[in-house]
């Protein structure tokens, strides 16, 4: 079934807790990434490749909100150079995550755009580190 770019948000762990909503979120996307290792061999004329490690990345653009929790965390995060916890996807009830990706990241970059007569937006990007979890499994 087809679905919507709103049924999957992006969720940050504050301080050990549930996941918590990034308020504000516009939009946002994940990407992961493998990295090909050429094992040709002269066996044959055309390459071959297998898979190397894998990493990824989670951007998004949201509305600026000082009071929302899971927005300080990211802003603390990038000064600190610690990691969050997050997820994208959608979570079921008791805020257990349903589809989507679980993963660990470190805040790469926050930049603020203040357009005259429009609400500050907010673009972040987290780098992925270690393992990703996918929901339901694989």
Same mark, same amino acid.
């Not at 909503?21 to 516009?26: P, Q, R, V």
């Not at 653009?61 to 899971?70: G, N, S």
């Not at 965390?73 to 916890?85: D, P, T």
């Given at each position: 079934?087809?679905?919507?770019?709103?049924?999957k948000?992006?969720?940050?762990?504050?301080?050990?807790?549930?996941? @918590?909503?990034? #308020?504000?979120?516009?939009?946002?996307?994940?990407?992961?990434?493998? !990295? &090909?290792?050429?094992?040709? =061999?002269? /066996? @044959?004329?055309? #390459?071959?490749?297998?898979?190397?490690?894998k990493?990824?990345?989670? !951007? &998004?653009?949201?509305?600026? =909100?000082? /009071?929302?929790?899971?927005?300080?965390h990211?802003?603390?995060?990038?000064?600190e150079?610690?990691?969050?916890?997050?997820?994208?996807?959608?979570?079921?009830?008791?805020?257990?995550?349903?589809?989507?990706y679980?993963?660990?990241?470190?805040?790469?970059?926050?930049?603020?755009?203040?357009?005259?007569g429009?609400?500050?937006?907010?673009?972040?990007?987290?780098?992925?580190?270690?393992?990703?979890?996918?929901?339901?499994?694989?």
């Amino acid at each position: 079934m087809t679905k919507i770019g709103f049924s999957k948000k992006l969720y940050l762990q504050v301080d050990g807790s549930d996941y @918590t909503m990034l #308020k504000g979120e516009t939009s946002s996307s994940f990407n992961l990434s493998a !990295d &090909a290792i050429e094992v040709s =061999d002269k /066996e @044959t004329s055309w #390459k071959k490749y297998v898979a190397g490690y894998k990493g990824g990345n989670v !951007d &998004a653009t949201i509305y600026a =909100d000082a /009071e929302d929790a899971a927005q300080k965390h990211l802003i603390s995060a990038i000064f600190e150079g610690s990691e969050v916890k997050g997820f994208i996807g959608e979570l079921g009830r008791g805020s257990t995550p349903v589809d989507g990706y679980a993963f660990s990241a470190l805040v790469t970059s926050i930049g603020e755009t203040y357009d005259t007569g429009s609400a500050i937006a907010r673009s972040i990007s987290l780098q992925i580190t270690g393992e990703v979890t996918t929901y339901p499994t694989l």
